[in-house]
């Protein structure tokens, strides 16, 4: 959450992130940069029993907004899986190509 925070944020340096079962709590209305210089890949649980469905929608609503690029990647709960974890490699690599 502190990630997703730092990424969003005004004038962050921070250009691509990995976030896994984010959810968002604070306020971000207050945000004004557009932020389609930001890469960010984004690992959700579709029954996850911490970060609701609409919690992760919010999440991806927060990126696509202000333009970023996302990548989702959904897991069943609200584990970190091998699976997300290669696909997280994965497009590490790509974006930095």
Do not use: C
């Not at 897991?75 to 699976?83: A, D, K, P, Q, T």
């Amino acid at each position: 959450n502190m990630a997703m925070h730092m990424l969003l944020e005004d004038d962050t340096p921070f250009r691509k992130g990995i976030l896994l079962a984010p959810m968002y709590p604070v306020p971000i209305s207050h945000l004004k940069d557009d932020k389609k210089e930001r890469s960010v890949f984004l690992s959700m649980g579709l029954q996850d029993p911490i970060v609701s469905l609409s919690d992760s929608q919010n999440v991806i609503s927060a990126f696509q907004k202000r333009k970023a690029k996302i990548h989702e990647f959904w897991v069943r709960g609200h584990e970190i899986s091998l699976e997300s974890l290669q696909a997280a490699q994965l497009w590490l690599q790509l974006v930095e190509a």
